[in-house]
Structure formats: structure tokens, C-alpha cells
């Protein structure tokens, strides 16, 4: 079985860092594009960033464009997400997510909060 | 940057009734939408994609139809266990969700 599983979350300042991992299991992650989508807690859906099978290409949206990175290391079947310059609107469950005919699974997620 | 507006934002109906949420992207997204489930402590689940497609073992139950800008998800024979947030997505250029549709048993 597919399984994703965050982890990394927690309470950071403003203008603060941490880094997310996921960790992929039943499948095999070098063959998949992966991303972040993230839950506010207005309940919005965002993308926040995805990460092409090899590694090579990375998307992102304007909100989180110079701020975050994803990155994978295929040898340990792990994603990543690192966030600096954190806002108070970047608070939220952040969701690690297989890339097939949109996102076709998804981890449990794990929780941000920016707050001072 | 394609918007995806979804409507309506809740919605209540009868056990064993039928429901329609609509999604209405901002440009033609050539069928590339998907739909979600998502209830609480979950991730959310993928039920259909490409408009229509279901995954599977999703229940017939649930559908999708739509092209161009226009594209609706309907769930039919209600059942307690469709409590739920159901989101769209569209996948033709990056990624946009639909502000999302909670849906109440009456």
C-alpha cells in the first residue's frame, strides 16, 4: 500500500525556518513527481511546491517563490520542504502528495504554526 | 494564474438524495480536474480525475461531468459516511483547488 507519512511540523517565529520531510513507502518514489499542498485553517487547499521524479525541476507558486525549497533524496524514498522567511499565512497542515492525474495520494499531514 | 470557483460553499441534503457541486475554472482547462474527498484528520482522498474517471473502488455513486470552463462532481444515494469537504482541482496548468463544498445529512 501507498503510504506517506509527514513529519517536522511545529510552532516557529516569524521570519523563522523549518524543514518538513515525508517518508514514502509501497511504491517506487524515484518514478514519481511529488508535492506539498498545504490546509489553512480557513480550510483552503494550496500547491505549495512540486518536485519533478529525478530531482532536476521544481515548481512553486508566487506565495512561497524564494522562501521554500523541495527536494528529494530517491535513495531514502524521502521529500522535503524547506520554508524560511515564515509569514503568519503560511500556518497550516502541509500535506506531502504523489503526483498522478492531479494528486492521488496523500499523507496525514503535519502541522505549521507561525506565531510570536 | 487559472481560479477555480466552486459553488455552493455548503450544502445539506436527505440520506439517499442527490447532490451537485459545480466548479468553474477561469479558462479552459481541457478536462484536467479532479475531485476530493476530505473529512477530518484525513488527507484528502482523490475520487475521480480527468473529469470523470473514477479511482478505484470508488462507488458508482459518484460522478463527474464537465469540459471547457465548466464541470460539475454529483453524488447520488446519500449515505452517512459522504459527510465530508469535497474539493476540485485543476491539473492543466500547475495546480488551483476550488474553495471547497461541506456537505451536512439533513
Known amino acids: 500500500d501507498v503510504k506517506l507519512v509527514e513529519s517536522g511540523g511545529g510552532l516557529v517565529k516569524p521570519g523563522g525556518s523549518l524543514k518538513l520531510s515525508c517518508a514514502a513507502s509501497?511504491?517506487?518514489?524515484?518514478?514519481?513527481?511529488m508535492s506539498w499542498v498545504r490546509q489553512t485553517p480557513e480550510k483552503r487547499l494550496e500547491w505549495v511546491a512540486t518536485i519533478s521524479s529525478g530531482g532536476s525541476y521544481t515548481y512553486y507558486p508566487d506565495s512561497v517563490k524564494g522562501r521554500f525549497t523541495i527536494s528529494r533524496d530517491n535513495a531514502k524514498n524521502t521529500l522535503y520542504l524547506q520554508m524560511s522567511s515564515l509569514k503568519s499565512e503560511d500556518t497550516a497542515m502541509y500535506y506531502c502528495?504523489?503526483?498522478?492525474?492531479?494528486?492521488?495520494?496523500w499523507g496525514q499531514g503535519t502541522t505549521l504554526t507561525v506565531s510570536s | 494564474d487559472i481560479q477555480m470557483t466552486q459553488s455552493p460553499s455548503s450544502l445539506s441534503a436527505s440520506l439517499g438524495g442527490k447532490v451537485t457541486i459545480t466548479c468553474k475554472a477561469s479558462?479552459?482547462?481541457?478536462?484536467?480536474i479532479a475531485w476530493y474527498q476530505h473529512k477530518p484528520g484525513k488527507g484528502p482522498r482523490l475520487l475521480i480525475h480527468?473529469?470523470?474517471t473514477l479511482q478505484p473502488g470508488i462507488p458508482s455513486r459518484f460522478s463527474g461531468s464537465g469540459s471547457g470552463r465548466d464541470y460539475s462532481f454529483s453524488i447520488s444515494n446519500l449515505e452517512p459516511e459522504d459527510i465530508a469537504t469535497y474539493y476540485c482541482?485543476?491539473?492543466?496548468?500547475?495546480?488551483?483547488f476550488g474553495g471547497g463544498t461541506k456537505l451536512e445529512i439533513k
Open positions: 480527468y473529469t470523470s
Open positions: 509501497g511504491f517506487t518514489f524515484s518514478s514519481y513527481t
Open positions: 502528495t504523489r503526483d498522478r492525474e492531479g494528486f492521488d495520494y
Open positions: 482541482l485543476q491539473y492543466d496548468n500547475l495546480y488551483t
Open positions: 479558462q479552459d482547462i481541457n478536462k484536467y
